[in-house]
């Protein structure tokens, strides 16, 4: 395969021209590189390299201007718009920004295609005067201010555009016009001057003006990359601007048109592929080069062209191990660097000046991985100490005080984070400076291992640059909102740019990067539509009809831009293979592309269509099984000589693998800061509330004297206790707040229920609370001994009969502590767990001999304190209505919660029964 460029040299070497004395214009740098590449290999004696330029570099030494970054181009704008508004109506910096964007895009357009301001900006003055909403004699204030808008817009350009001339300066359509003004200058400079422009195909107006000029006047000659298939098919858009060329140049009147080429219509192997999701197009990307490497041994003329550059970093984790050069000619975007997370924390907890931090910003930081090694101590790290302090401290919000406290030896690290930057933008720069060189300092410690996060240090520590040097010379950022805003701008439009040998090894780059360029093999991604063409977008202050009328370019121009591009990476190449995501969305472009029907259509070459997926197993949740080793049984062991309770007893009916993870292992759950009081610490509370009140007591029976002195003692221990399980927490508002006033209010309601039954007449006697048992239990089937143990909330007697109760603070109904059959207590959790704890309680007490005689056992929902509050243990006879139902805990109940129990511990003992995790049920 011969490539464009080559064919370019070969036929100057035919002319017997000088090649050194040429000078060459190319769409982009790269191709120069490339251009220079093949001139060496290709030329037969020694000679001094050409001139070789890009457009916009040659555009510039046209015009006495030097092209502006667009930050900077914001902040001289803003100078002219402060210079021309009224007061009254002059917006902050950061307001400003957002919209002179676009504005300044569309100068450029202006200006690039040469259009008379006065036109376009007298057209769109009109446009907004007679489209105003407003049919009212007396226009609003508002309206008013709309329309002189507008009427400023001419003001604002010309004024900007002096200013610019004035420090010789431009955006890139400035320079262009200003250009246009100096060809006739550079003709007469460089009569002797020949240059060579080649692979262009979309040329604004000024690019054309130029180019003409010089073609007409012998200056130049030019080299067009277009197939004739193209051409002569007037209404294919991969020859729309390059047909509009050879028909309207003067030039091509008189002299040939260099070239039209036959390279599409030879023979090519097309693959069109289809894939679920970005993802699913990278991993198949990598099997192609790792196929494509393993039959040619060398992948040096393949390219992998990105239609969504996003995708640079997934496809650099799926390129082959036995791909070794690689060539990267595109930038990765800041935004996308991790270090850009850091810095948009820290301007999230300083866009507010406060005092105090929310410990998830603060834990965000001090968890990054390249401000965690800022803490190291030689035995500790300090962010660990405080994030582990937050944490079993219950801190919702903490002070930068409080942070010196815990890390006092790395005070400077804090001070550098958390000391509040007043709202002040040059108080930001320099602490992210300041930042940037100890994490510098810190990660040169070892170097070899962190050249990648050094390279981004240094970006950032440019665009923080960049915006002090600005912010020196304007002074317009005023606050952090304002800096935060135009640092989001910077990175979005800011690139790390890899360096690499670009004439070596698998290619990659976006679509416009593969200008000029010609590859045997070409994997293209995201051909997807709103990616490949993009499609139908109007980030412009000018109407499309307004467009149309001045000859500014739409999105059907923008879209025949890469349909060229598209169908140039096609002319040559032999081996083509096109993905698309088949699960399109509004984030990840449309549906397949247009391009790829087109070339259904077409049916000029032999194409294959198919969709690959990845190999996904059927989704059979496989339910774990952990075998009982020796290890497992002498836990088993140990854990029965402690004690078994009621909970893990009931945790191991409803999941075995869960009591194997809790009781075994000793895996317990992540405790992360509690912002909302959690279900056990309002258990916990209420439990322990009840418990002060009841205690004093003990052996003697309740009165209503004793209910309305602990009604009256309800405010001042629910806070106590609040206080001593919730520690640091806030109780005093927000969602919080309802938690302690549920807590008292349940309490309340528990203790007027209470005295209701006094008031019928009833007796309550205390007999002990919080009462903790602990029993052996005799299974002659094992020969070590077994326990269990439990604490019982309150024991009382009711007009004589002992009642055994446990507290709930959840909802808990009749039917959740009712037994039908006994078979079912240790496999049912959901029916009868309830009944399994209040029947745990009383074995216990009876083993102990504290209680004899017909016992009641029962629960207490604070949820469900409606009719008779105390919820009855109930063995029934059968299900439904009519059935005889026995409320006493009897020998016999005993006796038969006996055999249950003593079965389900020999299951949990018995090293030929596995943990069997089951699948629990949702609700």
Not at 164 to 184: F, H, M, P
Not at 233 to 247: C, E, M, S, W
Not at 594 to 605: A, C, D, G, S, V
Not at 821 to 836: C, H, R, V
Request: hydrophobic share 40%.
């Amino acid at each position: 395969m011969t490539s464009f460029i080559q064919d370019v040299i070969v036929d100057l070497q035919k002319k017997e021209v000088d090649i050194s004395q040429l000078t060459f214009i190319l769409p982009s740098k790269r191709a120069g590189i490339f251009l220079t590449h093949i001139l060496s290999q290709t030329s037969k004696k020694t000679q001094f390299a050409p001139d070789v330029f890009s457009i916009e570099e040659f555009v510039e030494t046209l015009s006495d201007l030097k092209y502006c970054s667009n930050t900077e181009l914001l902040f001289e704008f803003y100078e002219v718009y402060l210079k021309i508004t009224p007061k009254e109506e002059v917006e902050t910096f950061d307001k400003f920004s957002k919209w002179a964007q676009l504005l300044l895009q569309d100068f450029n357009e202006i200006d690039r295609y040469l259009i008379p301001t006065d036109n376009i900006f007298d057209y769109l003055k009109s446009i907004k005067e007679i489209n105003h909403w407003s049919l009212a004699d007396e226009q609003t204030e508002y309206i008013k201010n709309y329309l002189s808008f507008w009427n400023r817009l001419k003001t604002y350009y010309n004024l900007f555009k002096e200013q610019l001339i004035s420090k010789q300066k431009g955006y890139q359509g400035l320079v262009y016009r200003e250009a246009v003004e100096g060809v006739e200058q550079y003709v007469a400079a460089n009569t002797n001057k020949r240059l060579v422009f080649v692979g262009f195909n979309a040329l604004n107006k000024a690019e054309e003006t130029i180019i003409q000029e010089l073609l007409q006047q012998g200056l130049a000659e030019i080299y067009w990359d277009v197939d004739e298939y193209f051409i002569k098919n007037p209404i294919h858009d991969a020859g729309l601007f390059i047909r509009l060329h050879k028909a309207n140049w003067p030039y091509f009147q008189k002299h040939q048109f260099n070239w039209l080429t036959k390279n599409y219509a030879s023979e090519k192997r097309i693959e069109v592929i289809g894939t679920p999701k970005n993802i699913g197009q990278v991993k198949y990307i990598g099997e192609l080069l790792d196929k494509i490497s393993k039959e040619k041994k060398n992948i040096q003329n393949t390219a992998v062209v990105l239609g969504d550059e996003n995708l640079l970093i997934p496809l650099l984790n799926s390129i082959p191990k036995g791909i070794d050069n690689i060539n990267i000619t595109m930038g990765f975007p800041l935004r996308s660097i991790p270090l850009a997370s850091l810095f948009e924390e820290l301007f999230k907890i300083h866009k507010t000046s406060t005092s105090q931090f929310y410990y998830k910003d603060v834990t965000s930081i001090l968890s990054h991985q390249f401000i965690y090694s800022l803490f190291d101590a030689k035995t500790k790290n300090f962010a660990a100490i405080i994030n582990n302090y937050i944490q079993s401290n219950n801190i919702v919000y903490i002070t930068v005080e409080m942070l010196k406290f815990l890390a006092e030896e790395k005070d400077n690290v804090i001070d550098l984070l958390f000391t509040s930057w007043n709202n002040t933008a040059s108080n930001a720069l320099e602490s992210c400076s300041k930042l940037i060189l100890l994490i510098k300092e810190n990660l040169s410690l070892e170097k070899s291992k962190n050249l990648l996060a050094l390279e981004y240090l240094y970006r950032f520590n440019e665009v923080f640059n960049e915006l002090h040097l600005l912010n020196l010379e304007y002074k317009h950022i005023n606050n952090i909102n304002a800096l935060f805003g135009l640092y989001k701008e910077l990175i979005k439009s800011e690139a790390l740019d890899f360096k690499g040998e670009p004439l070596q090894g698998l290619q990659i780059m976006g679509m416009l990067e593969s200008r000029v360029l010609d590859f045997e093999t070409v994997i293209i991604s995201s051909v997807n539509e709103g990616i490949l063409p993009a499609g139908k977008s109007n980030n412009s202050f000018i109407p499309f009809d307004v467009k149309l009328e001045n000859g500014l370019p739409t999105y059907k121009e923008k879209d025949a831009v890469y349909t060229y591009h598209f169908y140039r990476l096609l002319q040559r190449a032999k081996n083509i293979y096109i993905l698309y995501n088949t699960e399109p969305d509004v984030l990840n472009g449309g549906e397949k592309s247009r391009f790829i029907t087109q070339l259904n259509i077409e049916k000029l070459h032999n194409i294959k269509n198919y969709v690959v997926a990845p190999k996904v197993p059927s989704a059979q949740q496989k339910l774990k099984t952990i075998k009982k080793t020796s290890a497992v049984l002498n836990k088993i062991k140990i854990l029965a000589k402690d004690g078994f309770s009621p909970s893990s007893l009931t945790n191991y009916i409803r999941n075995p693998i869960d009591f194997y993870y809790d009781k075994i292992l000793g895996v317990k759950d992540y405790e992360d800061v509690e912002e909302t009081v959690a279900a056990n610490t309002l258990g916990n509370v209420i439990h322990q509330t009840l418990e002060d009140f009841y205690k004093p007591l003990k052996g003697e029976f309740l009165t209503k004297n004793h209910l309305q002195d602990m009604k009256l003692a309800i405010d001042k221990t629910v806070t106590f206790h609040f206080k001593s399980h919730y520690k640091e927490g806030d109780i005093t508002k927000g969602k919080n707040l309802i938690v302690f006033e549920i807590a008292k209010r349940y309490i309340h309601n528990f203790l007027s229920k209470e005295l209701e039954t006094l008031n019928a007449g009833n007796e309550i006697k205390i007999i002990d609370l919080e009462r903790k048992s602990k029993v052996e239990i005799n299974i002659p089937e094992l020969d070590f001994p077994i326990y269990l143990k439990g604490t019982v909330d309150r024991i009382d007697e009711f007009n004589g009969i002992t009642r055994i109760i446990d507290y709930k603070t959840g909802k808990v109904e009749q039917k959740h502590i009712e037994i039908i059959d006994w078979e079912e207590l240790n496999t049912d959790y959901d029916k009868y767990s309830k009944s399994f704890q209040v029947l745990a309680y009383a074995y216990m007490l009876n083993e102990e001999h504290l209680i004899s005689g017909d016992i009641e056992g029962g629960i207490i929902s604070f949820k469900n304190l409606q009719g008779d509050y105390f919820l009855k243990f109930t063995e029934k006879d059968r299900a439904g209505k009519g059935a005889a139902k026995n409320q006493i805990i009897s020998k016999d109940t005993l006796e038969n919660y006996s055999v249950q129990l003593k079965k389900l511990i020999l299951e949990i003992c018995d090293s030929d029964i596995d943990f069997v995790e089951k699948e629990i049920k949702t609700h």
